[in-house]
Nanobody, 122 residues
Framework: QVRLVESGGGLVQAGGSLRLTCVAS????????MGWFRQAPGKIREFVAG????????DYRSSVKGRFTISRDNAKNTVYLQMNSLKPEDTAVYFC???????????????WGQGTQVTVAS
């Protein structure tokens, strides 16, 4: 069982930056692909970024490419999402997820955190 706890969300002005952190407990994250999803009010949850177990491969949704960077520190059992040049449309609850493969992240069998709110003011 992997427990994931996100932090780092908050209120920021458009153009600003935030760094989200996801700390895992209960099991080392080394075997897992890790990722971030987000859900805005009234919208479905969507993939934001993913990273494979070693950190050698990453993937992003097109709207965040060049602005967001996902990284991981397996020794610290932690995953990060650096978000720069934030836009009001990035406003959402951001969730950390652990799964088997980056392309398959987001399934019901994956481990999910409780989420952290990110609000970008225009």
């Amino acid at each position: 069982q992997v427990r994931l706890v996100e932090s780092g969300g908050g209120l920021v002005q458009a153009g600003g930056s935030l760094r989200l952190t996801c700390v895992a407990s209960g099991h080392m994250i080394t075997p897992y692909a890790m990722g971030w999803f987000r859900q805005a009010p009234g919208k479905i949850r969507e993939f934001v970024a993913g990273i494979n177990w070693s950190g050698s491969t990453t993937d992003y949704r097109s709207s965040v490419k060049g602005r967001f960077t996902i990284s991981r520190d397996n020794a610290k059992n932690t995953v990060y999402l650096q978000m720069n040049s934030l836009k009001p449309e990035d406003t959402a609850v951001y969730f950390c997820v652990a799964g088997t493969r980056v392309p398959a992240l987001g399934g019901t069998d994956d481990y999910w955190g409780q989420g952290t709110q990110v609000t970008v003011a225009s």
